[in-house]
C-alpha cells in the first residue's frame, strides 16, 4: 500500500504542513502527506486574510524561498493593502483579503502538481519512536507507515475541545473531529506538554447586512501583490471591507453572558493570544472603552458569507445574536455559524533546536500551533523551515538556519526556542531589532540565493532577483553621478515647501530630503529617459528609493548586524556542562542546562540570562 519507506512523513495539512510538504517534495525527497480530511488542505479556519503587520513580510519571505503561501494569496485574493504605509517602509506590510474556498482549492491544485509528493486521508494516532529516533507514523486504522523523518503540524487538533457557552464538545474546528493518540505518545517519550486556546467569530449572511450604516474599507488604489515570481499579477478589480463599532448597549448585552461564558466560569483554564483577544475579554480588560472596532470581511468574491473580524467570542449563540443585532448595520443579521472557542495541546517550543527537530528524538521536527504560535503566516514559515530541514538531515546534509539579521522567520523561531511562549506567540515588527533590514520589499536579495543553493528557490526566480538588484543598484549610481541644475530641481522643492537652491548637485543630495519623493524626481528628464531606457519596473524603482532615502540608517544596522553575528559565531557544545561554571548565577545555569543554546549569543537572548553570565562563558571559552 505504501512504499517500503518516505524520507519526509508530514501529518496535518493545513498552512505548516502544506508548505512542510511542499519544501521537502520540490527539494527531492519522497514525500507524503497524511491528514484528516483531503477536502480541507491549507483551510482557512479563521480571517480569510493573509499577511498584515509583520505577518506579510513573512509571507513575502516564504515566496522569496520558494514557498507557495505567496503565489496562492495573490491568485485568490479579493483585495490589496499595503499597511503602514504613512510610516517607514521597514513598517510596511502587505496584506489581502482572501478567497476562502479558491484559497484551499489553490493550495490543493498546487500540492496535487508537485513531483514527489503522496497524500493520504487518515487519523495519526501515534508515532513509532526506536533508540530515540523516528521511525514512521501509527494510523488510527493500525497502519504503520515507515519514514525517516516526520513533521508533526497538527494545528488545533490535538485533543481539540470546541466551547460555545457551557456546551462543550470536541473538535479541531467546527465540523471536524479532534485528533487523539500523538499527545499520549510525546508525553511517554519525555515531552512536556501544556495547553492552548483561540478564538473565532461568528460567521453571518451578508444579505441580512445593511452597508450603508458602515464604513467603507476599500483596497489601495494601485494594489501589489505578494509574490516576486512571474506567476501572477496584481488585482485589477477588489472587493471592499467594511467597518462598524459595538456600544455600551452592546457590551451590557455581551456581559450578560458571563457567568456562562467559559473565559470567566473557569471552563477554559488556558491563555488565548493577548493580541487577538475575544470580545468578551476586550470588554472585561479594557472596560474605560466604550466601543470597539469591528471589521466586516467578505468570504470571497461570490458568497454572500462574511466573517466579523474582532468579535471573536465562546458566549453563548443567543447572547451572541442578540448583542451583534445592537451593532450599527447588523440590525436584522442572521447567523451563518456562531463563534466559538477551542482548547489544544501545544508543546512548548524550548523542546526543539533551531532547524525545529526535537531535542529528544532525532528526526522528527514540529512546526505549527504546536509549537504555541498563532496565524497561518507563523505556522507556514514554520513548515517551510521543518521541511527543508526534514529533507536536508535525510541526504545527511547541512542544517539550514536562518538568523535574527536575515529575517522575520528567524526572529520567530529563535524567539520560541530560546524564551518559549505560555500564550499563543504572534510576530510583530516590534519583535526585530534589524527591521530595517528585514523588509518585505527586500526579502528576495536576502532569501533567495540561500534558498536557491539548498536546492529549493528555482533558477528563474535567482535570476529575476538578480536582475532587479543588479538594476536597481545601477539606477542609485545614476544618482549618485548624476547633477541637476537649479531649474530642474526647485519647482520640486517649491512645490514640497522645501529650501530652494542656487547650484547644481547631485540628485542623490537632493533626492535624499525627506519630502521630496520619486514621483517629483520622475519629473526630470534625465530620470524619466532614464527608466524609459532600462525598461526598469515598479519593484526595481521602490528599492531605488529606498536604498537612497534610508542608506544611512541601512548602514547603522548592518555594522549592528554584524556584531551579533561575532557572538553567533562562538558555538557551545551541545554536551556543554553548565554545572561546572560556578560564576553564573543559579537561574543561569538551570536556562542554560534545559534550553541547551547553540550560541553564545543565543544565550545571550534567554530569559534570566544576564550580561554578567554571557561574560562568564565568553571568559571560559577563552574570549
Not at 229 to 247: G, I, V
Not at 571 to 577: G, M
Request: with cysteine; hydrophobic share 35%.
Amino acid at each position: 500500500m505504501f512504499p517500503k519507506e518516505y524520507d519526509v512523513i508530514v501529518v496535518g495539512a493545513g498552512h505548516a504542513g502544506s508548505e512542510a510538504a511542499a519544501a521537502a517534495a520540490n527539494m527531492g525527497s519522497n514525500t507524503l502527506l497524511v491528514t484528516m480530511n483531503l477536502q480541507t488542505i491549507a483551510q482557512m479556519s479563521c480571517n480569510p486574510a493573509m499577511g498584515g503587520i509583520a505577518k506579510g513580510q513573512i509571507v513575502r519571505e516564504i515566496d522569496a524561498m520558494g514557498g507557495y503561501s505567496g503565489i496562492v494569496s495573490d491568485k485568490t485574493a479579493i483585495q490589496f493593502k499595503m499597511l503602514n504605509k504613512s510610516k517607514g517602509p521597514a513598517m510596511w506590510s502587505p496584506r489581502v483579503q482572501s478567497d476562502r474556498m479558491r484559497f484551499a482549492e489553490t493550495w490543493r491544485i498546487m500540492l496535487e502538481q508537485t513531483p514527489n509528493l503522496d497524500f493520504y486521508q487518515e487519523m495519526i494516532s501515534g508515532i513509532i519512536v526506536e533508540n530515540g529516533k523516528i521511525r514512521g507514523v501509527k494510523t488510527s486504522l493500525g497502519l504503520e507507515i515507515k519514514g525517516k523523518s516526520v513533521v508533526l503540524t497538527n494545528g488545533t487538533f490535538l485533543n481539540g475541545l470546541i466551547h460555545i457557552g457551557e456546551k462543550q464538545f470536541g473538535g479541531g474546528r467546527a465540523g471536524e473531529k479532534a485528533s487523539t493518540g500523538i499527545t499520549q505518545d510525546l508525553v511517554e517519550l519525555g515531552f512536556e506538554s501544556g495547553r492552548m486556546k483561540t478564538g473565532t467569530p461568528p460567521r453571518v449572511d451578508g444579505r441580512s447586512l445593511d452597508f450603508s450604516k458602515m464604513i467603507e474599507q476599500p483596497g489601495d488604489e494601485i494594489p501589489e501583490k505578494f509574490s516576486y515570481s512571474d506567476e501572477t499579477t496584481p488585482l485589477k478589480n477588489q472587493r471592499s471591507c467594511h467597518m462598524s463599532y459595538t456600544s455600551l448597549e452592546v457590551h451590557n448585552i455581551l456581559r450578560e453572558g458571563f457567568d456562562r461564558s467559559p473565559m470567566f466560569n473557569g471552563s477554559i483554564q488556558s491563555l488565548g493570544p493577548r493580541y487577538c483577544p475575544s470580545i468578551e475579554d476586550k470588554i472585561n480588560r479594557f472596560a474605560d472603552k466604550d466601543r470597539h472596532q469591528l471589521f466586516v470581511e467578505p468570504e470571497g468574491w461570490d458568497t454572500v458569507e462574511y466573517y466579523i473580524n474582532g468579535f471573536s467570542t465562546s458566549l453563548p449563540e443567543n447572547i451572541q445574536f442578540k448583542a451583534l443585532r445592537q451593532v450599527a448595520g447588523f440590525e436584522n443579521v442572521k447567523f451563518f455559524r456562531p463563534g466559538y472557542a477551542i482548547e489544544y495541546d501545544y508543546f512548548p517550543p524550548t523542546q526543539l533546536k533551531h532547524t525545529l527537530e526535537t531535542k529528544l528524538v532525532s528526526g522528527l521536527y514540529f512546526a505549527g500551533q504546536i509549537n504555541g504560535t498563532t496565524g497561518y503566516e507563523e505556522a507556514a514559515s514554520q513548515g517551510l523551515m521543518a521541511g527543508i530541514n526534514a529533507h536536508l538531515k535525510v541526504q545527511e546534509k547541512e542544517e539550514f538556519i536562518l538568523q535574527r539579521n536575515e529575517a522575520y522567520i528567524g526572529v520567530l523561531i529563535d524567539d520560541l526556542i530560546t524564551k518559549g511562549t505560555e500564550e499563543p506567540y504572534r510576530m510583530f515588527t516590534s519583535r526585530a531589532e534589524y527591521r530595517t533590514l528585514l523588509r518585505q520589499d527586500n526579502a528576495d536579495f536576502r532569501l533567495t540565493p540561500k534558498a536557491f543553493e539548498i536546492g529549493l528557490a528555482s533558477e528563474k526566480r535567482m535570476r529575476k532577483m538578480e536582475e532587479k538588484k543588479e538594476k536597481a543598484e545601477a539606477f542609485v549610481q545614476f544618482f549618485k553621478e548624476t547633477s541637476v541644475i537649479p531649474e530642474e530641481i526647485n519647482p520640486i522643492f517649491e512645490k514640497r515647501e522645501s529650501a530652494l537652491v542656487d547650484q547644481s548637485d547631485k540628485m542623490f543630495k537632493f533626492f535624499s530630503r525627506p519630502e521630496v519623493t520619486m514621483e517629483d524626481m520622475k519629473t526630470i528628464s534625465s530620470v524619466k529617459n532614464y527608466i524609459e531606457a532600462n525598461a526598469l519596473d515598479t519593484e526595481m524603482i521602490q528599492q531605488t528609493e529606498i536604498q537612497v532615502k534610508y542608506s544611512g540608517y541601512i548602514e547603522k544596522e548592518k555594522n549592528n548586524a554584524d556584531k551579533l553575528n561575532r557572538l553567533e559565531g562562538l558555538k557551545i557544545p551541545a554536551s556543554f556542562d553548565y554545572s561546572k561554571l560556578k560564576s553564573l548565577s543559579y537561574e543561569a545555569r538551570e536556562k542554560l542546562t534545559k534550553i541547551k543554546p547553540a550560541t553564545v549569543s543565543q544565550a545571550s537572548r534567554i530569559s534570566g540570562v544576564s550580561p554578567n553570565d554571557v561574560s562568564v562563558l565568553l571568559v571560559y571559552m577563552g574570549r
